[in-house]
């Protein structure tokens, strides 16, 4: 049985390693199904799931979308 997580929630910074560096963004949304978004013309799917939800993720610098599984992203202050 998978281990319970705690599910971010939409407005959490969040983080990961994009890279040698690390990228930054702010959850928009939780997704326990899977979601496919368009991400700088590629098309790019993640199969979120109770314990490991998919993150619709907005950069505010860059005005980019991406999609993240919790597994994939830390909280960050």
């Given amino acids: ?3 319970p997580v705690h599910v971010l929630h939409p407005g959490t910074p969040v983080s990961w390693r994009w890279g ?4 930054h963004g702010v959850i928009e949304s ?3 199904e899977s ?3 368009t991400s700088k013309g590629t098309q790019v ?3 979120g799931k109770p314990h490991n939800p ?3 993720i907005v950069q505010p610098h860059h005005a980019h979308k991406v999609l993240k599984l919790h597994s994939e992203v830390s ?3």
């Fill in 45 to 47: 799917t993640r199969h």
């Fill in 1 to 3: 049985m998978a281990k």
């Fill in 20 to 23: 040698a560096a690390t990228a």
């Fill in 30 to 32: 939780v997704h326990t």
């Fill in 54 to 56: 998919a993150y619709l």
């Fill in 75 to 77: 909280e960050t202050p």
């Fill in 35 to 37: 979601i496919t978004i």
